[in-house]
Each structure stands twice: as structure tokens, then as C-alpha cells.
């Protein structure tokens, strides 16, 4: 088969059904989407040519530069195509999470500018964003700026609808199950509509999420779906939440009984898949056909899967650090329960760090708090000492599970650490003092 043009190659991705011995289901008829087949390596090669496919040639005479709010496959799809146009990115993202992605993409000669945007997907509203600050840079000149807008163009739905969702009908004629991973929803979006049309009416859509305060490349959590101008929660049947370190071992099970070389993100949709799926093939009548996303590759994640599993390269998790601690159950010597805490805070004077979200911690938060967002917190303390040991150290976090274990690890590392009992829900329930943090405004440890 010979090609004129590599994005005439995009789309048109196998189904490989995943054999029963593998999934385990008696009922069910499993199919794998296999986006990873793309030419650029995954299922962001579809939008990412669809947005800029009518504008390409006149991007190019004119100018202009695309921007975009992405760092991970939609941005290396975009890159690939403006290079081959002779057109110049640049791409403003939150803090790149995947490393590899992000090299890849500077490799392909692409400018990243990376931001504190308050939100995985993004806010409008925040004038630190990428979503923001790029629309502000199209509102400014816009005869020098293409914004694609993965997160709330049309045609990324669109396109899913037109030829993924297609495809699907295609080859099985009817589908009565069909899972995603959500990050922009895209593709679950298009491509559902296109199946109840035209394979089935009663399709059930499940969307796959992110637990809290996990990360899951490309997979958002459901509080931060919210802010996704493209999801339509009406769309999905139900919803299922996997973890990073499940979904890892959901993607070996792929790769070792499928020989499907996909990353994380394909093993919570799997993994998303099998746990809805093993709940309702027992009770099941007549046979039925399941279709998954797998969106991915594995190469690009080798170190995020190092970081969570790194016995599958024959190592040991590090001795005395965060991923390597494991405390069932969290002493109550490292909670600081609401009803006590503005007295505690008041006599101890500690340093109060919120975990959470640069936008919600922006909205309201404990007064004279500091704001780092969890992952850049685990980084942190995993392992180094960041904070002066001999001050007390409170962390507050949505619920207080996370900062929980967070007190009990560095209690152990000889900080003076304590977690916020319930969070900074308990903290609102109890109408304790919250602040809001104005744009601009610098938190410093006092």
C-alpha cells in the first residue's frame, strides 16, 4: 500500500479482538481499538491533523505560528504536521509530566513554554493558564497566532465521529459496550454518537477516569473533567476510576498475553474495561461485543513506569523513599483533628502547605498557607529535605487521606509533620477561616 502523504495514514486503526484466555470473559467478545497504530503513534493523530487540516496552507502563508496547550501526544502530532508544512509551534503547557514526550517533541523542534496553570485541563478564567494566555495571545494578534484548542474545538469530536467511530461499526457492524480514558473526551464523544447511530442505540459508554490526586498520563479525574469544555457527562453510561500503579499492570497484561506495546493510559482503559465487564458477563443471556481504546504506545513511558514499577526492570523501589512507604494504617499522632487545628495552628505556628490544585487552592484556602500541588510535593519530599525540621510542618489536602500518609512518611524522616483531619472539607464544614488567594499574589514561608 503506498501513500502520497504520511497523515493520509492516519485513521483506518485495526481492531484486534484479545483472546478470551486472556480477559477472561465468557460472555463478552473483546475488541482493542489500536490508535497506537497511527502514523505519529497515537489516537491524538486524528484531531491533531483534523484541527489545522483546512487552515494548513494558509498558516503557512501567513505566518503563522500554532499554539497549542499540550506537551504530551497531541503536541507531538502537531509538531510532526508543522513540520512538514514549514510552519512554526509553539506549545504552553502546564508542568510537562511525561519526560519523555516532552523531549521527543523539543527533538522535533518544537518551543514549550511551560506554566503553573491552575488546572490539568484548563480554566478560561485563570489568567496564569495556558488556555488563557494563549487565547489572550490569538485575542492580541491574531493574524500571528493559529490556536488549534484541542480542549474545546468541535472538530475533535467530530473527527471521532466521522472516522473512528466509523470504523468500529464497520468492522463489527454492532457494538453494545464501548470504553475510553478521558482526557479532552473527544474521542469517546464522537465516536459513541457515531456507534448509537449507526451500531446500536442502546451503546453503553463507560469513560475510564484518574483516582484523586493520581496521575495518569493524558487521563484526567472527574473533578477536573469539569473544566473540560468538551465533556458532556450525559454522553457515558457510567464511569469507572483506576490508579497509575493498577493501570500499569493492566498494560503488562496486554503486553505480555496480546503483545500490545501500549502505554499506562491503555492499561486503565483495559483495566477500566475488565472491572465493569467482570461485574455484568456472568449474568449475561446472549453474547455481546466490548470495544477499548488502546491510545498509545510504551516506549515514551519507560520512566513513568520505572518511577511505579520498578521491579519490572529488576530493581528495588528506592530504600527510605515515598513510593517505597507503605502504612496501612496512618497514626492518629499524625492528624491534627479540625476541631483542635486554629488553636494547634495558633500555638505551634507551623508552616501550612496545600497540597491541592493551584485553582482551588487560589479559590480558598487556610490563611498564610503555601501552595504546592501534590506531585511537585511528592518530588519534593521524596527522598530530599525541603523543610526546616524543626518547625511543624500541616498539610491539607481535599479530604485529608493523602496528607495523611504524606505526615506519616516524613514523620519518619524526622519532620515534625502532621495532615489536616478531613481536609479542607472538614476545615470549610466546621466554618473555620478560609481566604482567597488574588492573581499575582506571592505565599512565602514566614
Given at each position: 500500500?503506498?501513500?502520497?502523504?504520511i497523515t493520509d495514514m492516519i485513521g483506518n486503526t485495526p481492531l484486534l479482538k484479545i483472546a478470551p484466555e486472556a480477559h477472561g470473559l465468557n460472555n463478552i467478545d473483546l475488541y482493542a481499538k489500536l490508535e497506537m497504530m497511527n502514523p505519529f503513534g497515537s489516537v491524538k493523530d486524528r484531531i491533531a491533523w483534523a484541527m489545522v487540516q483546512d487552515d494548513i496552507e494558509e498558516i503557512k502563508a501567513k505566518g503563522q505560528t500554532i499554539y497549542e496547550n499540550s506537551s504530551g501526544n497531541t503536541a507531538k502530532a502537531l509538531q510532526a504536521i508543522a513540520n512538514i508544512h514549514g510552519v512554526n509551534t509553539k506549545l504552553v503547557t502546564s508542568l510537562a509530566k511525561v519526560e519523555v514526550v516532552k523531549e521527543i517533541v523539543l527533538m522535533l523542534g518544537a518551543e514549550i513554554e511551560e506554566?503553573?496553570?491552575?488546572?490539568?485541563?484548563?480554566?478560561?478564567?485563570?489568567?496564569?493558564?495556558?488556555?488563557?494566555?494563549?487565547?489572550?495571545?490569538?485575542?492580541?494578534?491574531?493574524?500571528?497566532?493559529?490556536?488549534?484548542?484541542?480542549?474545546?474545538?468541535?472538530?475533535?469530536?467530530?473527527?471521532?465521529?466521522?472516522?473512528?467511530?466509523?470504523?468500529?461499526?464497520?468492522?463489527?457492524?454492532?457494538?453494545?459496550?464501548?470504553?475510553?480514558?478521558?482526557?479532552?473526551?473527544?474521542?469517546?464523544?464522537?465516536?459513541?454518537?457515531?456507534?448509537?447511530?449507526?451500531?446500536?442505540?442502546?451503546?453503553?459508554?463507560?469513560?475510564?477516569?484518574?483516582?484523586?490526586?493520581?496521575?495518569?498520563?493524558?487521563?484526567?479525574?472527574?473533578?477536573?473533567?469539569?473544566?473540560?469544555?468538551?465533556?458532556?457527562?450525559?454522553?457515558?453510561?457510567?464511569?469507572?476510576?483506576?490508579?497509575?500503579?493498577?493501570?500499569?499492570?493492566?498494560?503488562?497484561?496486554?503486553?505480555?498475553?496480546?503483545?500490545?506495546?501500549?502505554?499506562?493510559?491503555?492499561?486503565?482503559?483495559?483495566?477500566?474495561?475488565?472491572?465493569?465487564?467482570?461485574?455484568?458477563?456472568?449474568?449475561?443471556?446472549?453474547?455481546?461485543?466490548?470495544?477499548?481504546?488502546?491510545?498509545?504506545?510504551?516506549?515514551?513511558?519507560?520512566?513513568?513506569?520505572?518511577?511505579?514499577?520498578?521491579?519490572?526492570?529488576?530493581?528495588?523501589?528506592?530504600?527510605?523513599?515515598?513510593?517505597?512507604?507503605?502504612?496501612?494504617?496512618?497514626?492518629?499522632?499524625?492528624?491534627?483533628?479540625?476541631?483542635?487545628?486554629?488553636?494547634?495552628?495558633?500555638?505551634?505556628?507551623?508552616?501550612?502547605?496545600?497540597?491541592?490544585?493551584?485553582?482551588?487552592?487560589?479559590?480558598?484556602?487556610?490563611?498564610?498557607?503555601?501552595?504546592?500541588?501534590?506531585?511537585?510535593?511528592?518530588?519534593?519530599?521524596?527522598?530530599?529535605?525541603?523543610?526546616?525540621?524543626?518547625?511543624?510542618?500541616?498539610?491539607?489536602?481535599?479530604?485529608?487521606?493523602?496528607?495523611?500518609?504524606?505526615?506519616?512518611?516524613?514523620?519518619?524522616?524526622?519532620?515534625?509533620?502532621?495532615?489536616?483531619?478531613?481536609?479542607?472539607?472538614?476545615?470549610?464544614?466546621?466554618?473555620?477561616?478560609?481566604?482567597?488567594?488574588?492573581?499575582?499574589?506571592?505565599?512565602?514561608?514566614?
Open positions: 500500500m503506498i501513500f502520497e502523504q506554566v503553573m496553570g491552575g488546572s490539568e485541563c484548563f480554566d478560561p478564567n485563570d489568567p496564569n493558564d495556558p488556555q488563557y494566555l494563549i487565547a489572550k495571545m490569538v485575542k492580541d494578534d491574531p493574524d500571528k497566532v493559529y490556536f488549534p484548542s484541542q480542549f474545546t474545538n468541535p472538530k475533535n469530536p467530530d473527527i471521532h465521529y466521522r472516522t473512528t467511530g466509523k470504523e468500529i461499526v464497520d468492522d463489527l457492524n454492532r457494538v453494545d459496550y464501548f470504553f475510553g480514558g478521558l482526557g479532552t473526551s473527544g474521542s469517546t464523544l464522537g465516536a459513541a454518537k457515531r456507534i448509537r447511530e449507526e451500531g446500536n442505540p442502546n451503546l453503553v459508554t463507560v469513560g475510564i477516569f484518574a483516582s484523586k490526586n493520581d496521575f495518569l498520563p493524558g487521563v484526567r479525574s472527574l473533578d477536573q473533567m469539569w473544566e473540560s469544555g468538551l465533556f458532556e457527562k450525559d454522553n457515558y453510561t457510567d464511569f469507572v476510576h483506576v490508579d497509575s500503579g493498577e493501570s500499569i499492570d493492566a498494560m503488562m497484561d496486554l503486553v505480555r498475553k496480546s503483545g500490545i506495546l501500549c502505554g499506562p493510559t491503555s492499561g486503565a482503559s483495559y483495566l477500566g474495561t475488565l472491572r465493569y465487564l467482570a461485574k455484568i458477563d456472568p449474568q449475561l443471556t446472549e453474547r455481546k461485543t466490548a470495544v477499548f481504546i488502546v491510545c498509545d504506545r510504551i516506549e515514551w513511558y519507560v520512566d513513568y513506569i520505572r518511577q511505579r514499577r520498578p521491579q519490572l526492570f529488576g530493581q528495588k523501589l528506592k530504600a527510605g523513599s515515598l513510593r517505597s512507604f507503605d502504612q496501612a494504617i496512618v497514626e492518629e499522632k499524625c492528624v491534627v483533628p479540625v476541631e483542635i487545628a486554629e488553636d494547634w495552628i495558633a500555638q505551634h505556628d507551623p508552616i501550612v502547605v496545600d497540597v491541592r490544585g493551584n485553582l482551588a487552592y487560589r479559590m480558598s484556602t487556610i490563611p498564610n498557607s503555601i501552595n504546592i500541588p501534590w506531585e511537585l510535593f511528592e518530588t519534593m519530599i521524596d527522598g530530599s529535605d525541603p523543610f526546616p525540621k524543626d518547625r511543624p510542618i500541616l498539610l491539607v489536602c481535599p479530604v485529608g487521606e493523602k496528607t495523611a500518609r504524606y505526615a506519616a512518611y516524613m514523620q519518619t524522616r524526622q519532620y515534625k509533620a502532621f495532615s489536616l483531619g478531613g481536609g479542607i472539607l472538614a476545615w470549610r464544614n466546621a466554618n473555620r477561616q478560609l481566604t482567597k488567594v488574588e492573581v499575582g499574589a506571592v505565599s512565602g514561608i514566614r
